[in-house]
């Protein structure tokens, strides 16, 4: 059974820093995209990063390059966004999600290409 947890939400100041956990279980990093996806109240959920372990790619949101970096330890199937300099338009919940890469165009895939998702973290920056 596949399943994705995510953990390390609350609440920061902006400015601040915060670090999501995925915890992953039931198939191969090696076969799946692992990305990030936020929803803010009212808005769209929306792709924040994403990165294919098979070769090392990564894909970025543009309101995110320079602040935000995704990482995956394969030892122990955990997938981590590291988020630096939040601002308030970071508050959301944030989702963990799989997808099968070799079906994924090259560039930050919309929440159709994901096959697997968790049930979300919430994130909320004070301004």
């Known amino acids: 059974e596949v399943q994705l947890v995510e953990s390390g939400g609350g609440l920061v100041q902006a400015g601040g820093s915060l670090r999501l956990s995925c915890a992953a279980s039931?198939?191969?990093?090696?076969?799946?995209?692992m990305c990030w996806f936020r929803q803010a109240p009212g808005k769209e959920r929306e792709g924040v990063l994403c990165?294919?372990?098979?070769?090392?790619?990564?894909y970025y949101a543009d309101s995110v390059k320079g602040r935000f970096t995704i990482t995956t330890d394969k030892a122990t199937n955990m997938v981590y966004l590291q988020m630096n300099s939040l601002k308030f338009e970071d508050t959301g919940l944030y989702y963990c999600?799989?997808?099968?890469?070799?079906?994924?165009?090259?560039?930050?895939?919309?929440?159709?290409?994901?096959?697997?998702w968790g049930r979300g973290t919430l994130v909320t920056v004070s301004s």
């Open positions: 999600a799989a997808g099968r890469w070799w079906l994924l165009p090259p560039q930050l895939p919309d929440i159709y290409g994901m096959d697997y």
């Open positions: 039931g198939f191969s990093f090696d076969e799946y995209a």
């Open positions: 990165i294919i372990s098979y070769d090392g790619r990564t």
